[in-house]
């Protein structure tokens, strides 16, 4: 049942950002960061397959849904286990130092994924365009560590599962809606790319918003800042004796 084509051939978006995920992946404080990243996006990509296998009354389904989940709950696994092994080399004070998962998500962008509310046919095309997406990645991945044969070797085990699990999901989509699968698909596209927006525009909005903090800062901040102070130099220094009133008791409060 599994596919015996390893790799598909990235798409242009992702072969272009191939620079940049050499510059992630050559760093080792990056590339632990990374993996446990894309560990945690496995995991709860296998969750909520398990989930679908659960809600759906297709028997068939369950029974791929079951093996998929498997899958990326071990994928999430493998992960872990590579990060653990180049942890050690790490200082202990090691944080993550840049995410561009507004650029490219972790994995296969099962993110706020509502199982329970999609029905079969729209559950297998998202799961399809996001196999599809997380095995075009994987492979860039997989090719910009090709001269660390070492590093490479976890993309290579998992892409094999990945493109089962996204020549599966079209395979079933097309058995369970003959007629409109192609609408499934492009719903689906169409609401990736709404994410995909939000996503850039809520970094964008990020950016932004510190940029305009940050010179509200140093242009608003330094003219009240001088102001304070000249008020400061015009203030007496220490205690200040006041006149007494006339008609002042000194043994009541009024
Ligand atoms: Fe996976
Ligand atoms: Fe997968």
Redesign the pocket.
Known sequence: MRSARPLVRPTGFDRMLAPLHRWIWRDAERRVHKLIRFGET?TD??RDILRAAEVTSDPLLRRLYLVHAI??LR??VLFRQRAASLLPALPSSSKPKFRHDWLAPA??GLDDLDVDGESDNSMLAFLHLS?KA?DSR?TVYRDVLKHYPTKCAVFDE?LH??TF?MNYTLVQLARVSPQHHNRYLWRARLSRLWKTYLRIATALAGVIGGLLLTIQYFVLLPPFAWLAKRAAHREPHGWTAIPREPGESLTRQY
């Open positions: 496995e990509g296998g899958d990326e994928h999430g994995g296969h196999e997380a994987f998992i599962d990945e699990h």
